[in-house]
């Protein structure tokens, strides 16, 4: 039996049964037929609103990342989405210390003025029919769209008039008047929305691959097709001067030109190390000031908070807790994750170079469901703003390991874990307050007790074994507790009887402080505590734990989903149907490889010409291999320091 396997015989447990937890999982009742349909009317509500968000801000700004930057850029957006902003509505949120407004911003005007109803042209009727007569003349209209908005001219007024006057007496009525405005809502809407529908047409069309638009005949340089707007970047070729050849290669990837490239590709007659570089430069992480798509109401938003912790296994693949939250109601949602430091004399001061990390969203019970991670990066924490519709979704933490890594060697002094006073054995100092540092990382909901369910995760992880019925009854009867929850003086208790039963002998607690990522010198360098915050608009949001994530292929789908989807994609050379990915965002660069041939692909991506970089791969030169038509992640890449510039320089060959 190996060390880890016993721990101390003052809690006796049971081994888990992996199978049966996952057995439990595909056996949990699902929801009703009528719930899904609910379900799916709220999302394509959800999704009709925002689509009619996206059509209103791009017909005036071209892109959603791009912000608003006037009184009349926004009343002409809310006009295209049917609303008709009144100067007391626009007072309100163009202010004069307004700079911008940014497309979250405008999604939150939009969600609190309503579209235009018949109340609201009731009012505007009586307001332009200024004598009260019940009709709207030539002369009133006039005065009104001469005043307002942009100015039309009488020619314009008159055919205005002509084309909405049915019975042709020169004036307008109230059925008139309303058949008219409505008509200018609906053709504003439609205008929008096909400007967009356009628009989204020539993205798909430009993040195609050049030999897919060429077989549909589409126009455009088989080689060099122009991509949607990135981060600057550029594509250059390296020559043998730049750096000696490393090793043969049989073909080299073509680039796809971004708008900042600059050289071109020289075709060589024979194999050579020559190849294009993909070169991305990015300021320092810490210089940056972000824009946060942050609710202006936010403290009174239900809120929600959770810890959680990453873990490496054994193999070197790390894991972390992974929990369920139930929506009751479609809601917008601001979700933020960030490393839980719990030992800092400045909490104001910035953690320098902090651990990653990240939230990924999907829809309960269905893999493909993918919704969106937090990648909006402020400080320490990472950022997710957006609607979802009612229902249960995954929240599966993640980190690229960029910065989170194994430890390559012990410190040399090891730290006294027991003491003997008058012939007593106590715990030293320093452990006791590395047990109360753990204490407060399996604290998962922050009530100051560990409940039976967060004891049991602090079990698997350092012994293996489940707590069972009569576990569980020792730790009742022998240690301190609170409300059925075993406290922090419990807790010490309890590691303090496991290092009497063993007479001192300390092996097995470092068996148990190393399965939490400590140290000899009691240093926590092999795990990452996080804490997650939830705010719902709508609802109070429920968040369960489900246990440790063991299995990080979810994970890995979604972000190659994320990728493909967001990323700029080109199709390598040399390597039929074989797609390179690359999304590059201000605190990361991450790249897929999506091979849609029916055999094996393997795609050497040398980064080591890169500067102030790291790799989550050991080696900055990494040959990926992606399996028949399926995706791969290639590189996660984080700035080795946040206070640095770093440059991206990425070469792509097929073997």
């Known amino acids: 039996m190996s060390q880890k396997s016993r721990r101390s015989n003052s809690v006796s447990s049971q081994k888990s049964d992996v199978s049966e937890r996952s057995e439990r999982r595909a056996k949990s009742p699902r929801s009703p037929r009528s719930d899904r349909k609910d379900g799916s009317s709220e999302r394509e509500s959800s999704e009709v609103f925002h689509t009619e968000c996206r ?163 589409s126009p455009g340089d088989r080689q060099s097709p122009k991509p949607a707007s990135r981060p600057p970047s550029r594509i250059r070729d390296e020559s043998p001067r730049d750096k000696p050849p490393s090793r043969p290669s049989s073909a080299r990837s073509t680039p796809r030109a971004s708008p900042k490239t600059v050289g071109k590709d020289h075709e060589s007659p024979h194999p050579s190390p020559r190849g294009p570089v993909t070169e991305i430069s990015k300021s320092p992480v810490a210089k940056r000031k972000v824009k946060l798509p942050l609710p202006k109401n936010l403290e009174s938003w239900n809120h929600v908070q959770r810890k959680g912790c990453f873990h490496f296994e054994e193999d070197g693949a790390i894991i972390s807790h992974e929990y369920k939250m139930d929506l009751p109601h479609a809601t917008n949602v601001w979700i933020t994750v960030q490393p839980l430091y719990l030992h800092r004399e400045d909490k104001d001061e910035p953690v320098e170079n902090p651990v990653d990390t990240t939230l990924v969203v999907l829809r309960d019970g269905d893999r493909d469901s993918f919704i969106q991670f937090t990648d909006i990066r402020e400080g320490e924490k990472y950022c997710l703003r957006c609607d979802l519709r009612s229902g249960s979704y995954r929240l599966l933490p993640f980190t690229t390991g960029c910065r989170l890594r194994k430890r390559r060697s012990q410190p040399k002094q090891e730290a006294p874990l027991v003491v003997t006073k008058s012939g007593e054995i106590e715990l030293s100092r320093p452990f006791r307050d590395t047990l109360t540092d753990i204490f407060e990382i399996l604290d998962l ?211």
């Open 445 to 655: 909901d922050g009530n100051g007790l560990l409940s039976r369910e967060e004891f049991n995760l602090f079990q698997l992880r350092t012994s293996g074994e489940e707590v069972d019925d009569e576990a569980w009854e020792v730790v009742e009867e022998n240690f301190e507790l609170k409300k059925g929850e075993l406290t922090r003086k419990g807790f010490t208790d309890l590691n303090l009887m496991e290092a009497q039963d063993n007479e001192g002998d300390t092996e097995e607690l470092w068996v148990t402080l190393s399965s939490m990522g400590y140290n000899k010198a009691l240093r926590q360098d092999e795990a990452c505590p996080f804490l997650i915050d939830i705010y719902a608009e709508e609802c109070k949001p429920k968040l369960v734990l489900e246990g440790l994530l063991e299995d990080s292929e979810d994970v890995e789908d979604a972000m190659c989903k994320f990728i493909s989807s967001k990323g700029e994609a080109r199709e390598l050379k040399g390597g039929k149907d074989v797609i390179l990915y690359t999304y590059s965002s201000d605190s990361r660069i991450s790249t897929a490889i999506e091979n849609k041939a029916s055999r094996k692909a393997a795609v050497q991506l040398d980064l080591s010409r890169s500067k102030n970089c790291s790799s989550h791969r050991d080696d900055l030169d990494y040959t990926a291999e992606a399996a028949p038509r399926k995706t791969t992640i290639g590189h996660h890449i984080l700035p080795s320091n946040d206070r640095q510039e770093w440059i991206y320089r990425c070469k792509e060959v097929v073997l």
């Open 55 to 217: 059509a209103g801000f791009v017909a005036i700004v071209g892109n959603t990342k791009d912000n608003i930057k006037s009184r009349d850029q926004l009343q002409q957006a809310l006009q295209n989405t049917g609303r008709n902003p009144s100067k007391q509505t626009l007072d309100k949120y163009w202010t004069k210390n307004t700079v911008y407004i940014n497309f979250d911003d405008f999604c939150d005007i939009m969600r609190k003025e309503k579209a235009t109803t018949k109340g609201d042209l009731v009012k505007a009727f009586r307001t332009i029919d200024i004598n009260g007569d019940g009709y709207i003349t030539h002369d009133e209209l006039y005065r009104v769209l001469t005043q307002r908005g942009e100015k039309m001219s009488r020619d314009e007024v008159r055919r205005l008039i002509d084309e909405a006057d049915c019975n042709k007496d020169g004036k307008l009525d109230y059925g008139e008047f309303c058949s008219m405005m409505l008509s200018t809502v609906d053709k504003c809407k439609k205008q929008s929305m096909e400007k967009l529908e356009k628009l989204e047409a020539k993205r798909h069309l430009e993040r195609r691959p050049s030999s897919a638009r060429s077989r549909d005949g």
